[in-house]
């Protein structure tokens, strides 16, 4: 019996080129419901206003407004489970890691090299999620109470570690930062999985941002304020996304109505 737990190098190979194909990004882009484009409409129209009510033009805020933008088309197909989120991701997720630096948050760094880097195991998983349920979007799953039990005892470890490091690094923020790579951890992994219980940390991750990014505001300027308003649009986002994902039916459905 073939073990379908083994890496499949045709699969992840498959998955590359969909997610930075082009036609795919232009298709998956242009397939998704009324309710999906007036969400995308709404949150980049609020992400320009914020740009150039500020008319703080500088290196930051032109930063800001690109990561924005990814970040809200790569959320508006994550909501709907489509696999070429992860090709806004990559590129979001690099910007992002910029902004991080050259905010001192080393917590946020930390938090998107590790988005970096999963953007590419998310692939592998989602493809192989999507060929197993011959369908165009990723079937959601459900967490057992073993995997709630780990990933809370996760979330310690690493949270006192990330803490300790960015005490020494001379961080700024530090208490609040230091939740975020535990929080994207599991997070990441869980969406990576298709786990619909990814949106509890993704509604925690955007709170915490959203003080983050205020105070960084007060202190920075204007230039930090369209990532402060990125984190209250991926907010009401996650609102959205969460909805659609515990509607939606589970992989283990899929799975029934093949076996009969």
Not at 20 to 32: D, V, Y
Not at 178 to 185: D, G, K, Q, S, V
Not at 193 to 211: D, E, T
Request: aromatic share 16%.
């Amino acid at each position: 019996m073939k073990n379908t737990n083994n890496f499949d190098l045709t699969i992840f190979i498959s998955g590359m080129k969909e997610v930075f194909n082009p036609k795919e990004i232009f298709k998956e882009l242009t397939t998704m419901t009324l309710k999906d484009n007036l969400l995308l409409f709404f949150l980049l129209a609020v992400q320009f206003i914020a740009y150039f009510l500020t008319s703080a033009y500088d290196l930051m805020s032109n930063l800001s407004l690109i990561v924005g933008c990814l970040t809200i088309v790569n959320l508006i197909l994550v909501n709907r489970g489509r696999i070429t989120n992860y090709a806004w991701g990559t590129v979001s997720a690099i910007f992002w890691l910029v902004v991080a630096i050259q905010s001192q948050l080393f917590g946020d760094v930390f938090s998107q090299t590790y988005y970096v880097v999963m953007q590419f195991v998310g692939i592998y998983a989602w493809k192989k999620s999507l060929d197993k349920t011959e369908t165009k979007e990723v079937a959601p799953r459900k967490i057992s109470l073993k995997m709630a039990l780990i990933a809370l005892l996760g979330f310690v470890v690493i949270y006192l570690v990330v803490l300790a490091t960015s005490s020494h690094l001379n961080g700024q923020q530090i208490f609040l930062d230091a939740t975020l790579l535990p929080l994207a951890i599991i997070g990441q992994l869980l969406m990576t999985f298709g786990y619909r219980s990814q949106w509890l940390a993704w509604f925690l991750i955007n709170a915490i941002n959203i003080v983050i990014w205020y105070n960084n505001w007060q202190l920075q300027g204007d230039a930090a304020f369209g990532m402060f308003i990125l984190q209250i649009l991926m907010f009401i986002n996650a609102i959205y996304g969460s909805y659609l994902w515990f509607k939606k039916p589970s992989e283990d459905t899929y799975e029934t109505a093949k076996a009969k």
